[in-house]
């Protein structure tokens, strides 16, 4: 019953969750796509460096933010709202002081790193949000964020001849924080430990394990993305913005068809990995081609990957199953990896590069765009190989014999892992490391293995796995 409540609660206030997220979305594009409309003319920062103050800051919060949580056994979710808030505040203060004060443009700097650490924050506050809703409801958070954050953007876009860009940027950023406030105190009560048996494996390194491969090819793609800023003249562009805008509202449509039209069973990884050979044949046909389909070739990479963001949030989600902080945390991590490898098309100097080679900078951008995919995909085929590895050692005679045992003595899926190590001949040290658990954790295994054997000693337990190898 309690559980029930909790469920109808969550489900209405669905509609403020979309609203409160888009509202964040449409902020977060002048403050990490287009930080140069928050800035007074004369501008005082360079592309490179704008990119700096504000994508270095996003991503190194996110990674830092999504460890911390993941390591840390108190529950910091409930304290991102107010981080949040106090971020933006901070932020808004250094701006605001360097606008009366143009001369102290080191205050300038330290507004855009401000509001980069407060977007990290803010993302994380919002999935946080996202773990508590069902499979369906995922769905709909995710496709209607990315119709309605663009709706809000051109908006605000056509509103700049009212008020100046900073100001559409705080009005959106404050509009969002207040609902994400008001939605903290209609949060469910969470239970962080209903997985807390599994929850020990699920650590930093746990999560770069197994979802590498995401990484690096979501990471190729954004940086496809960025590039292809670059072959439109330059990092800040208002086309460019209008075509990532657009490119939201496709990965929308994407979604729509594929989860509620043809009822297709998603799997982010896979969706990820066939957009990159597609990217990667219009990536090397834009050279040849004019501007025109420049913007489109823009539009596609970015739709591409913000359908693969849209996905993470999914994945991450999963990836928890059912903590939130596991969840969370994971999605800090794996956004923030995505984002250095995004960024890496701000900071190629492709015009110098060109320049220096004699060829158009539309080439430099498309070869090097063509390394980054090839990287992805090189990644999953080392992924498939290890996987097929892990499959062939599994074959071996040994993994008979000690499933034999195993269904003999009744033996755990845990402990019948761990006979099998002991049995190749693997010490405490090495299991823990192998399976991901402490040292402790395999010692207690034994103990249970040793009793259910009637064994002694760890040789006890290699004979009875040899004995049903023989009688095989």
Same mark, same amino acid.
């Given at each position: 019953?309690?559980?029930?409540?909790?469920?109808?609660?969550?489900?209405?206030?669905?509609?403020?969750?979309?609203?409160?997220?888009?509202?964040?979305?449409? &902020?977060?594009?002048?403050?990490?796509?287009?930080?140069?409309?928050?800035?007074?003319?004369?501008?005082?920062?360079?592309?490179?460096?704008?990119?700096?103050?504000?994508?270095?800051?996003?991503?190194?919060?996110?990674?830092?933010?999504?460890?911390?949580? %993941?390591?840390?056994?108190?529950?910091?979710?409930?304290?991102?709202?107010?981080?949040?808030?106090?971020?933006?505040?901070?932020?808004? %203060?250094?701006?605001?002081?360097?606008?009366?004060?143009?001369?102290?443009?080191?205050?300038?700097?330290?507004?855009?790193?401000?509001?980069?650490?407060?977007?990290?924050?803010?993302?994380?506050?919002?999935?946080?949000?996202?773990?508590?809703?069902?499979?369906?409801?995922?769905?709909?958070?995710?496709?209607?964020?990315?119709?309605?954050?663009?709706?809000?953007?051109?908006?605000?876009?056509? $509103? =700049?001849?009212? +008020?100046?860009?900073?100001?559409?940027?705080? $009005?959106?950023?404050?509009?969002?924080?207040?609902?994400?406030?008001?939605?903290?105190?209609?949060?469910?009560?969470?239970?962080?430990?209903?997985?807390?048996?599994?929850?020990?494996?699920?650590?930093?390194?746990?999560?770069?394990?197994?979802?590498?491969?995401?990484?690096?090819?979501?990471? &190729? $793609?954004?940086?496809?993305?960025?590039?292809?800023?670059?072959?439109?003249?330059?990092?800040?562009?208002?086309?460019?913005?209008? @075509?990532?805008?657009? #490119?939201?509202?496709? &990965?929308?449509?994407?979604?729509?068809?594929?989860?509620?039209?043809?009822?297709?069973?998603?799997?982010?990884?896979?969706?990820?990995?066939?957009?990159?050979?597609?990217?990667?044949?219009?990536?090397?046909?834009?050279?040849?081609?004019?501007?025109?389909?420049?913007?489109?070739f823009l539009g596609v990479s970015t739709?591409?990957?913000?359908?693969?963001?849209?996905?993470?949030?999914?994945?991450?989600? &999963?990836?928890?199953?059912?903590?939130?902080?596991? #969840?969370?945390?994971?999605?800090?991590?794996?956004?923030?990896?995505?984002?250095?490898?995004?960024?890496?098309?701000?900071?190629?100097?492709?015009?110098?590069?060109?320049?220096? %080679?004699?060829?158009?900078?539309?080439?430099?951008?498309?070869?090097?765009?063509?390394?980054?995919? @090839?990287?992805?995909?090189?990644?999953?085929?080392?992924?498939?190989?290890? #996987?097929? $590895?892990l499959d062939r050692d599994q074959e071996?005679?040994?993994?008979? @014999?000690?499933?034999?045992?195993?269904?003999?003595?009744?033996?755990?899926?845990?402990?019948?892992?761990?006979?099998?190590?002991? #049995?190749?001949?693997?010490? +405490?040290?090495?299991?823990?490391?192998?399976?991901?658990?402490?040292?402790?954790?395999?010692?207690?295994?034994?103990?249970?293995? =040793?009793?259910?054997?009637?064994?002694?000693?760890?040789?006890?337990?290699?004979?009875?796995?040899?004995?049903?190898?023989?009688?095989?």
């Amino acid at each position: 019953m309690g559980f029930s409540n909790k469920r109808n609660k969550t489900h209405s206030v669905l509609p403020f969750v979309l609203f409160g997220y888009s509202l964040f979305i449409a &902020a977060n594009t002048f403050n990490l796509r287009e930080p140069v409309t928050l800035l007074a003319e004369p501008y005082q920062f360079s592309e490179e460096a704008l990119r700096s103050l504000t994508y270095i800051p996003f991503a190194t919060a996110s990674m830092s933010i999504g460890a911390l949580i %993941l390591k840390c056994k108190k529950d910091l979710l409930k304290l991102l709202p107010a981080a949040s808030l106090v971020s933006f505040l901070c932020g808004c %203060l250094f701006m605001c002081v360097s606008i009366l004060f143009p001369s102290l443009s080191f205050l300038t700097a330290c507004a855009l790193v401000v509001f980069g650490i407060y977007s990290a924050l803010t993302f994380d506050a919002w999935i946080r949000h996202v773990v508590h809703l069902n499979q369906d409801e995922v769905w709909i958070f995710a496709i209607t964020s990315s119709f309605l954050a663009p709706v809000i953007h051109f908006f605000t876009d056509y $509103m =700049f001849t009212v +008020i100046p860009t900073f100001a559409a940027f705080s $009005m959106l950023s404050f509009s969002s924080l207040a609902v994400l406030f008001c939605l903290h105190l209609y949060l469910p009560n969470e239970n962080n430990c209903q997985n807390e048996v599994n929850e020990k494996r699920f650590r930093v390194r746990s999560a770069f394990s197994s979802q590498g491969t995401t990484i690096v090819a979501l990471g &190729a $793609m954004g940086f496809v993305s960025t590039s292809s800023r670059a072959i439109l003249g330059g990092g800040s562009n208002p086309l460019a913005t209008a @075509a990532e805008m657009i #490119a939201l509202i496709l &990965a929308g449509i994407v979604l729509l068809i594929t989860v509620f039209v043809f009822r297709v069973q998603v799997n982010v990884k896979k969706i990820v990995l066939w957009s990159i050979p597609i990217m990667a044949l219009t990536c090397l046909a834009v050279p040849f081609l004019d501007s025109t389909f420049t913007v489109v070739f823009l539009g596609v990479s970015t739709t591409c990957h913000t359908l693969g963001l849209l996905l993470l949030q999914v994945a991450s989600r &999963a990836y928890g199953n059912g903590n939130t902080r596991i #969840a969370v945390g994971t999605y800090g991590i794996l956004s923030g990896s995505v984002c250095f490898i995004t960024i890496l098309g701000y900071f190629i100097p492709l015009h110098r590069i060109g320049s220096d %080679l004699g060829i158009p900078p539309a080439i430099v951008a498309s070869l090097f765009s063509a390394v980054a995919l @090839a990287l992805g995909l090189s990644i999953e085929r080392i992924s498939l190989f290890s #996987a097929k $590895m892990l499959d062939r050692d599994q074959e071996d005679p040994l993994h008979n @014999a000690v499933s034999s045992v195993a269904l003999e003595y009744s033996l755990t899926n845990k402990e019948e892992e761990v006979l099998l190590l002991m #049995a190749h001949g693997r010490d +405490i040290p090495t299991i823990a490391k192998q399976l991901v658990v402490s040292q402790s954790t395999v010692r207690t295994h034994n103990k249970h293995i =040793f009793k259910k054997l009637g064994a002694h000693s760890r040789q006890d337990c290699i004979d009875e796995v040899m004995r049903s190898y023989t009688q095989n």
